[in-house]
Every structure is written in C-alpha cells, then in structure tokens.
C-alpha cells in the first residue's frame, strides 16, 4: 500500500476517534441523560431508528431501555417518554420544566421561532393567552360556534346529497368544510367550496402533513445543517408552507386595508388592534411577523387535524357496520331524523361520544407527539437533562398504553363505557396532548368532531366499495403525523 492510502487511513481512523469522542461528551454534557443505545458518529442512531418507521422503531427500544430512553437523531440527542406515566409526569407533574418546544428543523426555515406553535419563552407565552382570549372571544367552546359549524354542516349535507349515494373520494369533501369554520375565525368568512383558491390551499396543507410525515422529512431533522443546502424532495414542504404564508400575508393586507379597531371582524384584526396599541414598543411580540404566522398555526392545525380524524373515522366505521349501527340508534332515539345535532345531546349518546373518542384514539394524528424541550435544567427519574435537551412525548404511546387499554390495537368503543353503558372518561385519552403546550383547539375540535358525525350519519349511510374484511385501516404513511389511507365511499342519503 502506498504511504498516501495510509495515511488517509490513519486521518480516518482520528477523525472517527475524535467524532466518538465529541458524541460522547456531548451525551453527558453536564447531564445525565437517560440510557439509550450507542450513538456512532454522524449517524446517531440511525440503525436502530428506521426514519421510514420512527414510532416503530422507538417502542421496540422501549422494550429494551424502558420507558424513558435516549436516542440520537443523527447527532442530536432526544430524550424520549413513553406510555402514560413517564409523558404525565413530565407534561403535567413538571409542567413548566417541560414546556419548550422542541427542535423541528423541516418547520423552522419558515417559522424561525415565530408564531404559536414553534415559538418559546415570553413570545409563546404571550401569543398563546392572546390567541386563547380572541378564540373564546369569537365564540370557541360556545353557542356562537356552534351555530357556525351546524351551518357548514348543512352545507356539507347538500354536497353529499349532490353526490346521489356515487362513490366519492372524502378528503376535500371534509376538508373545505371543517377548514370553514376556523376560516370564519381567522379569516372573518367562509370560503365558497368552488372557489379555486380554497381548494389549491386545502391541497397545500394536505400535501404539506404529508411531506412532514415522509422519510424525507425525519431524514432532514437529522441533517437540516447540511441538506438545507442541497435540492431534492425535502424542500418540497418549505415551499408549501411558503405559499401558505404568502397566502395568510395577503389576507392581513386585506383586512388592513378595511381595518376598524371599533370592530374587529375577526382574529387578524384583533390581532392588529394589538399591533396598534403597541406600536411604540420595538419589543413588542405583536408584530407582522407573528400575526401571519399564528394565523397560519390556527389555519393549518385547525383543518388537517379534524377533516384526518373525520376521514379516518368513516373508514372505521365502514369497516365495523355493526358500530355505525349502533350510533344511528342513539341518533334516531334522542335527536331523531329531523332536528339539527347540538353539542347539548352528547351528554344523553354515550355510545356515540364513546365511539368518537375510540376514532381519535385509533387515528392517533400525531403518534410521536409534537417535540417539546426543557426550558431549565431538569431532573426527572434521576436523570438531568440540561435546559434545551429536546424530548418526544409519544401520545401514541400513550394512546396504546395496555395499563390503560385493554385492546390496545383494536377498535373497542367500550374503552370509554363503563359497565351500565355510561360514557367513561380514560386519563390516558391525549390526543390533544397535555400540560401547558396542550392543543389550543381542543373545544373547537371536539364540538366539530360530534356535530359532524353526528349530522352526516343521521342523513347518510355509509356504503364501502369493498366487503368490510377487506378494508385496510393501516395508515398509508405514519412519521410525524398519521396519514389515513385513500379510498372512496357511498353516502347513501337515508
Ligand atoms: C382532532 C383535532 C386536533 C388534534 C388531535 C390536535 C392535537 C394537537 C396536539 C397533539 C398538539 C401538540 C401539543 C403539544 O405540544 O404537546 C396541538 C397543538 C396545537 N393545536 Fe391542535 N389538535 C387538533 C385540533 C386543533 C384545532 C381545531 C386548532 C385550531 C384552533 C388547533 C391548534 C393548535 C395549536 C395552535 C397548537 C400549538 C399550541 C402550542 O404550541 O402552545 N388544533 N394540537
């Protein structure tokens, strides 16, 4: 071998040496981070988390490490909880520790710590009380949106009723409809269900769930340092929600442009009140940046979520008949084949409020959970994780925590039932996560949930195309987010 090709060998072999080194320091950087597999150079540990099967990949290392571990997605740690206990007591118990929100690189080209959602510190604490007062204030969790969403309601039942019991594709169906009312909130109107600009952003919000949930994606929060110089497919979502800000930015022109602080129409113009009061204050957080970016957050989360769970929810229902037989029942028996469902009657359908809870559970929309990180030095479990360490609290884990369902994997309505057939509450229902970083739009999203199952089923019947054996609920892609399969279906009008 020449002199060069050992030398080069040598340099590798340092080189190497020097990067076990730093990955090793780092690990216990003043911490004592939890147990986890073996980190190797740049990888971390990708051998052992497959970026094509994240959720996967984690809970069979939870058989080995327990249910707090670490991992390294390429050379960043993240700690990560599983099961019911180890996510309460670190989103409830030490709620404030674990408020952060974690690293999400293939988002922070766009938000760069802006808006609700990705924002940290005294600027997230400030856009969320505001954003919880406005949406109280146009009606969230009241009589007024509520009015709202039967309304939209009843527009989605005359596009069904269009359809003539024909198969149909649901995504868009759902998705202008349920969109609509959280448009009414931000933007101060509905969209027309032709309009073509509506369909071009629900498609940009559709495809951008997906691109956040494709390999690409996990493989870009690895390696945002280097990738987000190079073309390729991972830069398909920056686009995307490029457009969409674009989009938002437009609409804050507008409502600028017809602006009466006397008035405000609308989450944008309570939002610019504040920027108004403001103005002399170069700190502010009500600024433009953060006004199109919120608005965006409530738009974005206040659709794909919902329209997913109502989507994910007819094919489970295709597929067990019996249960949408049962619901009918409830339907025909307190609100009957005329009245319009109100948010009043969930009290008196257990059975349908159980089995909406059991479509959410199933649905799981964000199985990893939403990273979160510690915003001070933390000890949890005997461990110290320095302030920043990044954390995954896995909601799906949770969602499947056998201590607290008994079919963890099955479609059981009687999850929430206790024994006389009463809705039964279960402590470990996070769909909306909990502690302080909570869904804003739990409230919205559980009247829309009820009062659209409930609309569509008591003027429909739901007919597959295929016996119900053979429909497959596996979800057509699972990474950040769970995506429901594509498939078509009859609303048969009643
Ligand atoms: C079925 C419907 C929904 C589900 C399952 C859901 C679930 C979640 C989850 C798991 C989080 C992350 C919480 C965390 O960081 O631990 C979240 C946050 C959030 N959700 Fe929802 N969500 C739904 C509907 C909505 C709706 C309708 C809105 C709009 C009003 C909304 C707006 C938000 C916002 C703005 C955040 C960020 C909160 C923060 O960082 O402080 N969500 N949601």
């Known amino acids: 071998m020449e002199v060069g090709g050992v030398f080069t060998i040598f340099l590798g072999l340092c080189l190497s040496c020097l990067l076990i080194l730093i990955a090793w320091k780092r690990r216990n950087k003043g911490g004592k981070l939890p147990p986890g597999p073996t980190p190797l150079p740049f990888v971390g540990n990708l051998w052992q988390v497959r970026i094509d099967a994240t959720f996967q990949s984690l809970m069979k290392l939870q058989k080995k490490y327990g249910s707090v571990f670490t991992v390294y997605l390429g050379p960043r740690p993240v700690v990560v909880l599983c099961g019911h206990e180890a996510v309460k007591e670190a989103l409830v118990d030490q709620a404030d520790d674990f408020s952060g929100r974690g690293e999400m ?80 909130v931000v933007f101060g109107s509905r969209f027309d269900y032709e309009d073509k600009q509506f369909l071009s952003l629900l498609r940009m919000i559709n495809e951008s769930f997906i691109e956040m949930s494709i390999p690409y994606a996990q493989l870009y929060d690895m390696y945002s340092g280097v990738l987000q110089y190079f073309p390729g497919r991972h830069n398909r979502l920056y686009y995307l929600i490029e457009d969409l800000k674009e989009f938002t930015a437009s609409r804050v022109k507008i409502n600028k442009a017809s602006f009466d602080p006397q008035n405000p129409r609308d989450f944008i113009d309570s939002f610019l009140i504040k920027m108004h009061q403001d103005k002399s204050d170069p700190h502010s957080e009500f600024n433009l940046k953060n006004l199109v970016l919120t608005t965006l957050n409530l738009f974005f989360a ?193």
Request: glycine content about 6%.
């Open 105 to 184: 690189p293939t988002l922070e080209r766009n938000f760069q710590g802006h808006g609700l959602a990705l924002s940290n510190g005294e600027r997230w604490k400030t856009l969320r009380r505001f954003s919880l007062t406005v949406l109280r204030n146009f009606g969230m969790g009241k009589r007024s949106i509520e009015e709202r969403i039967q309304e939209e309601a009843g527009y989605l039942l005359e596009e069904l009723r269009k359809t003539k019991g024909a198969p149909i594709e649901p995504t868009f169906y759902l998705s202008r409809t349920v969109s609509n009312v959280i448009s009414s």
């Open 302 to 494: 206040g659709t794909e979520t919902v329209s997913s769970t109502l989507r994910y929810g007819f094919l489970l229902l295709m597929k067990y008949p019996e249960v949408e037989a049962k619901i009918y029942e409830e339907i025909n028996q307190v609100i009957g084949p005329h009245r319009i469902p109100s948010v009043d009657d969930r009290v008196k359908m257990p059975y349908t409020d159980a089995v909406i809870h059991e479509i959410q559970r199933l649905t799981d929309i964000v199985p990893l959970g939403v990273p979160h990180n510690v915003i001070r030095d933390t000890h949890f479990r005997g461990y110290f994780l320095p302030k920043g360490t990044d954390v995954y609290p896995m909601i799906g884990s949770v969602l499947k925590d056998p201590k607290y369902f008994r079919y963890p994997d099955s479609f059981y309505p009687e999850h929430f039932l206790d024994e006389q057939g009463r809705f039964k509450k279960n402590e470990a229902f996070v769909v909306f996560s909990s502690g302080k970083r909570i869904c804003v739009g739990e409230a919205l999203a559980r009247m829309e949930l009820f009062l659209y199952f409930t609309s569509i089923l008591q003027n429909f019947s739901l007919r597959s195309l295929v016996p119900p054996a053979d429909i497959d609920i596996t979800p057509r892609i699972s990474g950040f987010g769970n995506i429901p399969p594509i498939y078509e279906l009859c609303f048969v009008p009643r």
